[in-house]
Structures are given as structure tokens and as C-alpha cells.
Nanobody, 123 residues
């Protein structure tokens, strides 16, 4: 059973910083990439940032977070962090950790999602 456990959300004032963490566990053979998506109230889920894990590729950021957010990963721990600086009210959302193209020791590869962690930046 694959689990993605997120931590680090909360309430932060504009201009402040938060660090989100996520670790994948289970009978995982490989993961193409891990990342963070977010969903603000009344809006669709959107990409924040992704980073390759066991497959070559590029680190991607949404234009709205470039220069403020930094994604990093620990391949051995199958974990991904998101350092968020200079937060604004527009960053308020539920942030979801994702493991993309996760291949178990059995079965086909698919995407997995965490339950989400809430980030609130009041205006």
C-alpha cells in the first residue's frame, strides 16, 4: 500500500516562509517524479513544482512561484520538500504531494496523491 504523508502546512503572514515535506512509503520500485500541486477555494488544482526522482527530466515551476519556491528531493528517502518564501495571500490553498509514474514491485505505474496540507496566508 503506497502512502504519501505530507507535513508543514499552516498559517503564515504575508512575506513569511513555510516548508512542506512529503515522504512516500510502500513497496515502491521507482518514481518518475515527485511534486506539489495546489487547489485554492473555487479553483482547479494546479501545478506548483515537480522534480525528477528516478527518471531523468527537468525541475518545473509554475510561473507564479518562480523565484519564491524551491523544490528539493531525497531519492533514498523518496521524499520531496517545498520551501516557500515571500508568501502572499494568493498562495493560500490546499497543497497536495504527488508521486508521478510510481511503479510498484508489482503492477503498472500510476500517479499517487497525498491527502493535502492547508496553507493560509491572510490578506
Amino acid at each position: 500500500q503506497v502512502q504519501l504523508v505530507e507535513s508543514g502546512g499552516g498559517l503564515v503572514q504575508p512575506g513569511g516562509s513555510l516548508r512542506l515535506s512529503c515522504e512516500a512509503s510502500g513497496p515502491i520500485f521507482s518514481i518518475d517524479a515527485m511534486g506539489w500541486y495546489r487547489q485554492a477555494p473555487g479553483k482547479d488544482r494546479e501545478l506548483v513544482a515537480t522534480i525528477p526522482v528516478h527518471r531523468k527530466g527537468n525541475t518545473n515551476y509554475a510561473d507564479s512561484v518562480k523565484g519564491r519556491f524551491t523544490i528539493s528531493r531525497d531519492i533514498d528517502k523518496k521524499s520531496v520538500d517545498l520551501q516557500m518564501n515571500n508568501l502572499t495571500p494568493g498562495d493560500t490553498a490546499v497543497y497536495y504531494c504527488s508521486a508521478l509514474g510510481l511503479l510498484l514491485y508489482y503492477g503498472a505505474a500510476k500517479d499517487y496523491w497525498g491527502k493535502g496540507t492547508l496553507v493560509i496566508v491572510p490578506s
